[in-house]
């Protein structure tokens, strides 16, 4: 059973840090891997998706790679902004269109 | 381009009801997935349809229901409301199924009191 593990499960630091956020997952058996974000009580938003022949992907101030071999996918964010503040999910896909998802690194980013 | 839509945004149903969620895709996607979000489970799969077909189902009991329509809308239906189906459900599309990116509706908030 596939299960996806997200380290740390909070994080609090000042603006301007570069941040990873970790995530890791059982089964190397994936279609791709997706990052998403989530403010409190709202819907996800798509960061970034790495399809499983893929090593990483780059948005912005946005770098997620993937290692699908050891069962890892980092996501950097540079010089983070108040704004970032959200709780950031990974999924794998493991089947058509069953998204297993960690849970969450929950972020705040102060002035 | 529109994002996905769900209607209601907030539900409050009393135990034994039943309920009808309501989720409208992107324009062009034909692939909805449902899923549940509640604290102490986090983000759950309830199904996928593609081209009104049910093409993968989560462990949830058959209390939990969906369609599609041919117009890629999709409903998921809840009978014998229970307190612990208190949860945000999420609705996503994406333009194909399997290995697409998905995208996600705001959600429907439901209490069950």
């Known amino acids: 059973k596939q299960e996806v593990t997200q380290i740390p499960a909070a994080l609090s630091v000042p603006e301007g840090e570069n941040l990873v956020l970790n995530c890791s997952f059982t089964d190397s058996a994936i279609y791709n891997l997706q990052w998403f974000r989530q403010d409190p009580g709202k819907g996800l938003t798509s960061l970034l998706l790495?399809?499983?022949?893929?090593r990483e992907q780059t948005s912005g101030r946005l770098n997620a790679s993937l290692d699908k071999s050891s069962g890892r996918s980092t996501l950097y964010i540079a010089a983070s902004q108040p704004g970032d503040s959200a709780t950031y999910l990974c999924a794998v896909e493991e089947d058509t269109d069953k998204l297993i998802f960690g849970t969450g690194t929950r972020l705040q980013v102060f002035p | 381009k529109a994002g996905v839509t769900q209607t209601p945004r907030y539900l409050i149903k009393t135990r034994g009801q039943q309920v009808t969620l309501s989720c409208s895709p992107i324009?062009?996607?034909?692939?909805v997935s449902w899923y549940q979000q509640t604290p102490g489970q986090g983000l759950q799969f309830l199904f996928e349809?593609?081209?009104?077909?049910?093409?993968n189902k989560g462990n949830f009991p058959g209390r939990f229901s969906g369609r599609q329509f041919s117009n890629s809308r999709s409903e998921m239906n809840v009978s014998t409301l229970e307190l612990g189906d208190s949860a945000l459900y999420l609705c996503?599309?994406?333009?194909?199924?399997?290995?697409?990116?998905?995208?996600f509706g705001p959600g429907t908030r439901l209490t069950v009191t």
């Open positions: 349809y593609f081209s009104e077909t049910q093409r």
């Open positions: 790495i399809q499983s022949s893929q």
């Open positions: 324009s062009g996607h034909r692939s």
């Open positions: 996503a599309s994406s333009f194909v199924s399997g290995g697409d990116e998905q995208y």
